[in-house]
């Protein structure tokens, strides 16, 4: 058992929160255990000056860590005038997990804006983020149908992500704050609900691990990932 009592391969008790905000299509606030995201989805009329008459839209996200956040108070980044390389990576992966399950063909040249702002950090923010930053899309894009602003669905396929890793030899999935901080090896996945890989992200700390090890890391966040799609069809 762990220091909060789960099981190996058990994820943390998620809650979900629609319609978390007023004037967000789509607003969600998520929590996996202690960690508490707020996600919403925004559209503009605009696209990146690449994609400027392709026909072709766009996803961008933004991510942001609140000053209480954590244990001890953070600086807003503003007040730094310029986003922590930690910052920017996690912006970059978000967006390229939830593009990666859209067609922007039927989008259009419409941008389609993702916040994620963590109210409470103990471990997997960065997994929490693109969770409900896809829920918070899924009814956004309800909104945006219902509204005329676009003509179809362009979400090809549900994603969800989860944390795992190697912590005093054991194999976890979903890390806390303290499991993370002492962990051997720490991953990212990020999966479709038909159980494809969009993305990894994994380095061993401390010591490398069997190749083993990593497929039965994979299978626990296969496992981990489905039960989160249990919890989004029934959120609580």
């Known amino acids: 058992m762990r220091k909060d009592q789960r099981k190996n391969n058990q994820i943390r008790p998620i809650t979900i929160q629609r319609n978390y905000t007023k004037h967000a299509a789509g607003s969600v606030l998520i929590s996996y255990g202690e960690t508490k995201v707020l ?12 994609l400027k008459n392709t026909g072709k839209g766009w996803l961008t996200a933004e991510y942001s860590l609140l000053p209480s956040a954590t244990h001890t108070r953070v600086r807003r980044e503003v007040s730094k005038g310029k986003v922590s390389g930690r910052t920017s990576e996690i912006q970059r992966l978000i967006g390229r997990a939830l593009r990666a399950g859209l067609d922007f063909d039927i989008l259009g040249e419409q941008m389609i804006c993702i916040d994620a702002d963590v109210i409470q950090a103990d471990g997997g923010t960065r997994t929490a983020a693109i969770t409900g930053a896809m829920i918070a899309l899924q009814d956004a894009i309800n909104h945006w149908l219902e509204k005329g602003l676009i003509t179809q669905n362009p979400l090809k396929e549900n994603i969800a992500a989860i944390s795992v890793g190697k912590v005093e030899g054991e194999l976890l999935v979903d890390l806390c704050y303290e499991e993370d901080s002492e962990a051997e090896l720490d991953m990212n996945i990020v999966m479709t609900e038909s159980g494809k890989i969009i993305e990894v992200q994994g380095t061993a700390e401390k010591s490398a691990i069997a ?26």
Do not use: G, M, Q, Y
Not at 40 to 50: G, H, I, K, Q
Not at 211 to 217: D, F, G, K, T
Not at 219 to 224: G, I, P, Q, Y
């Open 39 to 50: 996600c919403t989805a925004c559209l503009e009329e605009s696209v990146p000056r690449f």
């Open 211 to 236: 190749r083993s090890e990593l497929n039965e890391l994979l299978d626990l966040s296969a496992e981990a990932i489905t039960a989160i799609f249990d919890t989004i069809k029934t959120p609580v």
